[in-house]
């Protein structure tokens, strides 16, 4: 049981450059999360899952896309890839009202 | 809005010791959860403890407890017996009722170092 994995763990874009973040959970979760977390800060809400093909904008969604096409997978898509950008992303997943899991995280610098 | 507020941008603990680390919380729904997250120097965010707000008695799980006041709006992490490893950052965080139940609000966070 690997938890919440995601890939990848470092990433340095060029401005205007696009990637997707990929997230896996193997709990059978039906909830799932993309975070950004900026230098001395507490977490922020980008977007969130409630189940396959369902999902919906958090605090801070501009500048960002999600697809929720298994219970499994919650890719993050970045698009034009701005300084602002530049975080460290997390994705987590819960079952219903518990505790939320979260992966490792992907450190993302935008120069 | 609701609003977490963590005031203890940092402490210094001696080891052994107790722990108190403080969260204020502002909310005008009468049903919530307040959790705690530990988030040491690698980076992971783990998972210490959760409180409902309908709770009747206070949470506790193993060296974690949660003093929570409900009419203070108070939910403080107590860490018993405090040890090296307990050095991290140390999140608070509410669940949304009214975001589709399950968005997290988290505080600035607490940096707790552990002296020997």
């Known amino acids: 049981n690997a938890g919440v994995t995601q890939t990848p763990k470092f990433r340095i874009l060029k401005i205007g450059q696009s990637m997707t973040l990929q997230c896996t959970q193997d709990?059978?979760?039906?909830?799932m999360y993309w975070y950004r977390q900026d230098p001395g800060m507490g977490l922020k809400l980008i977007y969130y899952?409630?189940?396959?093909?369902?999902?919906d904008k958090g605090e801070v969604p501009n500048g960002y896309n999600v697809s929720r096409s298994t219970t499994e997978d919650f890719p993050l898509r970045l698009e034009l890839a701005a300084p602002s950008q530049t975080s460290v992303y997390f994705c987590?997943?819960?079952?219903?009202?518990?505790?939320?899991?979260f992966g490792p995280g992907t450190r993302l610098t935008v120069l | 809005a609701q609003k977490i507020t963590q005031t203890q941008p940092g402490m210094f603990v001696q080891e052994k010791e107790a722990v108190t680390l403080d969260c204020t919380y502002d909310?005008?729904?009468?049903?919530?959860?307040l959790f705690w997250y530990k988030q040491p120097s690698s980076g992971e965010m783990i998972f210490l403890i959760y409180?409902?707000?309908?709770?009747?008695q206070n949470a506790t799980e193993g060296r974690y407890s949660l003093n929570f006041q409900k009419a203070r709006k108070s939910a403080n992490l107590v860490i018993s017996a405090s040890q090296l490893g307990d050095s991290a950052m140390y999140f608070c965080a509410m669940r949304d009722p009214n975001f589709g139940n399950e968005k997290l609000t988290f505080g600035t966070g607490t940096r707790l170092t552990i002296i020997p």
């Open positions: 709990m059978n979760h039906n909830y």
């Open positions: 409180q409902g707000s309908y709770d009747q």
């Open positions: 987590a997943s819960s079952y219903l009202s518990g505790g939320q899991f």
């Open positions: 909310t005008s729904d009468p049903s919530y959860g």
């Open positions: 899952s409630v189940g396959a093909g369902i999902t």
